[in-house]
């Protein structure tokens, strides 16, 4: 069972992240403040959920929220800047577009750039504990989703409609036989499938007569 707040005292926000680990597209975040009685039983983390489910909390978490953003940071601004900060810059952007601000703020993971002068708490596994990290983990992963299904149209031979821009093989077989796209990201490693395979097996058979 998903907990409804951190603290009561002050009006919080639930922040979270989607894309991190991609090899293309932005990272996407969201901040969603939701009301005090707020109660949903299929809400949990996005990674848990199906993409039906994940598509119809999107629709019932921007109904009942008091305020909701998403926000990027794309793929040349996260080679300049790494991704980490790219992370906590497209959740600044966030926050910056709530119609009402928070007087706290409660962050998937364990590390978070402070945000102006709000008092935040880092939660590991948060978007599995809290309402509000759980539902801002649900609108950057569909938000995210549907911006990759689009690129998706012009360079189909990445599969991003089924991977997202993650490190599939099949995605990095399609770097490896086209290149990069415009949208991919330069600073992160793409490594080949073959190679993985390879080293796996050459570990088994060290392993094996030792």
């Not at 600044?92 to 364990?110: T, V, W, Y």
């Amino acid at each position: 069972m998903l907990l409804p707040f951190y603290q009561q005292e002050l009006l919080e926000a639930g922040c979270d992240e989607a894309g991190r680990g991609c090899l293309a597209g932005p990272v996407f975040a969201a901040a969603v403040i939701l009301p005090p009685d707020f109660h949903h039983p299929l809400l949990n983390d996005s990674k848990q959920l199906a993409e039906k489910e994940r598509n119809k909390l999107r629709k019932e978490i921007e109904e009942m929220a008091i305020a909701f953003a998403v926000a990027a940071v794309d793929h040349q601004e996260i080679d300049k800047i790494n991704i980490l900060n790219a992370s906590f810059l497209a959740m600044h952007r966030a926050l910056d577009q709530l119609k009402q601000q928070p007087g706290f703020i409660i962050i998937d993971g364990n590390r978070f750039k402070p945000y102006q002068n709000t008092k935040h708490q880092c939660i590991v596994k948060g978007d599995g504990k809290y309402f509000s990290i759980a539902a801002a983990s649900i609108l950057a992963k569909t938000y995210r989703d549907e911006y990759m299904e689009n690129l998706h149209q012009q360079f189909p031979h990445y599969d991003w409609k089924q991977n997202k821009g993650y490190p599939t093989v099949k995605h990095r077989e399609a770097v490896l036989n086209y290149g990069l796209s415009p949208y991919h990201r330069k600073t992160f490693r793409i490594t080949n499938p073959q190679l993985s395979i390879f080293n796996n097996l050459s570990y088994e058979s060290t392993t094996a007569h030792q």
